[in-house]
């Protein structure tokens, strides 16, 4: 069975007119039933991940600070929303539902969860909408049970995964790539253990076979036992903020060809959504849909 986690709590009030789209957590949810490629039983309710698992890849002084909401005037600005209760808790779940989709998917191949992919939380900070990053503490957590020895965390957002390879820069058994917009945010990138950057305006062809051609030798040289993949739909040529042309069936295609590369190597994979910024939200809705819909097709649940 495929197993999505998803909380009520991941669609956060923010200001009228800010420009992250919380609400494509409830319409991605929405949507999966509407045209019944789930049931209600597919869907896992995160609980609050506790203080200790979210240091698993986090600094334990700016756990606390984020816990007790302490955080400076300075971070907050960094971080782009806000800081509130709701807020840290909603990032708690995402992060718990991470956790258990990663166990779901060495069960049944693969899993997802509708928010997280918050790649731009570092060690010791938060930066880009992004408080703690969820695929980071779910990997320690499996490395820390001895659920996984060597693990693969494949970004494909817009935006480089540079909290992602600041927290695993000096460890062995998680392997990060990241290909992203060269010119995009962050400014000042990080070094993955594989970082492809793109120029502005790539369309779908050359974005496809440079991602064809990268993928078998990551998973050679890698070997891992398992992947994680951000499937960030920014990349769309209807991006406000991705620079690139990539159509809605290219996005499609690139979601086929890491699933796929998974379930030919029997390596079980958890999918967090990642960004998506497109001028009208249909079209950040339809793009994480279709990566359900190649995932569906491809394990055939």
Avoid: W
């Avoid at 200790?52 to 960094?78: G, N, P």
């Avoid at 992203?180 to 400014?187: A, I, V």
């Avoid at 050679?220 to 990539?246: S, W």
């Amino acid at each position: 069975m495929l197993k999505i986690a998803y909380h009520n709590a991941y669609i956060h009030p923010l200001r009228e007119g800010h420009r992250f789209p919380m609400i494509k957590y409830e319409l991605i949810h929405g949507q999966l039933l509407y045209e019944g490629l789930v049931e209600k039983e597919n869907f896992v309710e995160p609980q609050l991940a506790d203080f200790e698992t979210c240091c698993l890849a986090h600094d334990r002084q700016y756990v606390s600070r984020l816990f007790e909401l302490t955080l400076d005037e300075r971070m907050v600005r960094r971080i782009g929303f806000p800081l509130s209760e709701s807020l840290v808790d909603r990032e708690r779940l995402i992060l718990d539902g991470t956790i258990r989709t990663a166990l779901s998917a060495q069960r049944y191949g693969i899993a997802f969860n509708i928010a997280g992919g918050t790649h731009h939380a570092g060690f010791d900070y938060g930066e880009g909408f992004c408080l703690m990053n969820d695929q980071a503490v779910a990997a320690r957590y499996l490395l820390n049970r001895g659920a996984a020895r060597r693990i693969l965390i494949i970004d494909l957002d817009v935006h480089q995964g540079n909290g992602t390879a600041h927290i695993f820069k000096e460890d062995p058994d998680v392997f990060t790539f990241s290909m992203h917009g060269e010119k995009n945010f962050p400014f000042v990138k990080e070094r993955s253990d594989r970082d492809i950057a793109l120029p502005d305006g790539i369309s779908d062809e050359r974005y496809l076979s440079i991602l064809e051609e990268v993928l078998p030798t990551l998973f050679e040289e890698v070997n891992p036992d398992f992947v994680f993949y951000q499937a960030g739909v920014d990349i769309l040529q209807t991006d406000k903020l991705g620079k690139l042309k990539v159509s809605k069936e290219g996005c499609k295609y690139r979601d086929y060809l890491v699933i796929k590369s998974c379930k030919e190597r029997d390596i079980p994979l958890q999918i967090s959504m990642g960004g998506g910024y497109s001028v009208h939200i249909r079209d950040i809705v339809d793009a994480h849909v279709n990566t359900y819909k190649t995932a569906i097709d491809i394990f055939d649940f």
